[in-house]
């Protein structure tokens, strides 16, 4: 930054305070001044207000954070008398900004700044500079809020550098993984936390991006298929009239995604955005589309609404974050219920508070789907093959019985004590070897039987003696034919035994996601119906599942016959 300090011989010392003090009292060098820096400035004596020599200014320069603090005055016209057609800036900086706020009530409404953002060492740097001039020109700080964050390394967590070949490029970056993926892989980062950048991370991304999209695919999908249209008043809160269990869920969901995320934004903390936007989409896709399937097969136009005010909402709420999947999603499946003409035209969701209470609930739901799959795959049980029974302990969801039988894929779901676990009590030996000494090989084999009782304040009594709880350690297994999987005050246990009519049931299962595999594979329309033959070995599974099947794979006839592999055709 120049000196502004002109020390005459004379023994005044001359300060000139404004471009056009500069001007009235140079001697000569305007015509060539480009910017008010070295060397041009160098060029421009200035006459002494005491005895009229000429005088030249002292050549060293101040701490260049002296001239990035006075940003906020200096950018904006401050304390500017008039107005400069086309902006304040000169030199390098004409045309780059317009801003020239003269009046100094109009400066002052956008004077502190709302929001300023840049790395760490700027505290001590460009957010402290800032700060300094403020207080000293106008007694207040220049900024409302400051969001400052960590590094940018490479996303093995090293420096980037051009000589160790680790450094990204930006266009080569906007090119290979995108403005969206890469704003998102910024947004989703705790700003306390070193960001780890790279193409690596910018592919999980691109996967959660997809999950969207494919949402959006479905709706598009099925919409087509029954050539259903959206409706603008959705938008606003979504379908009205009667809605399912299930539908009134996915409003409320979509309500607590807005009222979450703008919470989020409000905190300038993008990454609780991106937090709460993920796990929406989970919802969306995972609970809602998938426990939805068969009425989107049958063309229900209320889920059908519900599922388009929910993703309407979404991409509202994620455009600041991913603006043009964003747009693009917009423009192709908002726009044409005649919404405005842009996603960032039309202004942040209003769809109200969400009933908590439901959201909870459904969430409860979800923790034991969650559980009962955990508890399936402890015990080495495929998803596909159906179970006689599960029991829940910690969470009576009676109302989602059929849910969850549905979903975990069993013929009976019981709400109350699990009893089909067993503790397993060994000796806290560090603690209880010096205690106990001689007497301790005794409790060892009593624990290890089973001979032992357990004691109201969680301690164990055995062979006569009153173990506390940190005296042992207590672990809860499933007894034999049960899995169980526990979490935070839910115990879920599954009957692990099949049975042959269960073994037929998922053989069932089997040729379902074989012969819809089939029908992908071979490119059939979601609404083709077909004919199959299937090979010997599916006899038993035709004979008493055979309608069923035919009815999920859209057969009009379902056969067994002399084929290797399943044969289909459309019917
Ligand atoms: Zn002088």
Redesign the pocket.
Known sequence: MRVRFYP?????L?VIGSKRELEERAVEGLDQLEELRRPWIDRVPVR??????A?QRILEVGDVWLDAGIVPFSTLGWQNDEVVPGGYGTGAARGLTGADLPDEAYWETWFPADWVSEMREQIRLWFYSQLFMSVVLTGGSPFRRVLGYEKMLDESGREMHGSWGNMIDADDAFARMGADVMRWQYCAQPPNQNLLFGFGPAEEIKGKILRLWNSVRFLVLYGNVDDWRPRLADLATGPDGELGALDRWMVERTRALVSEARQAYEDTLTVNVIRAFEAFVDDLSNWYIRRSRRRFWDGDETALRTLWFALATAIRVIGPVMPFLAEELWQRVVRVAGAPSSVFLAGWPEPGDPDEALLEEIAAVRRVVELGRQARAVANQRQRQPLRKLVVQGASLPAHEAELRDELRVKEVEFGPVDATELRVKPNLPVLGPKLGAALGDIRRALAAGEFEQLPDGGIRVSGHDLGADEVLIETVGRDGWAVASDDGVTVAVETAVDPELELEGRAYDLIHELNTLRRDRGFELTDRVKIVVPERWREVVHRHGEWVAGEVLATELTVGVVGEPQIELA
């Open positions: 005459c011989a004379c023994g005044h001359n002494c207000e005491a005895c009229g020599d005088v």
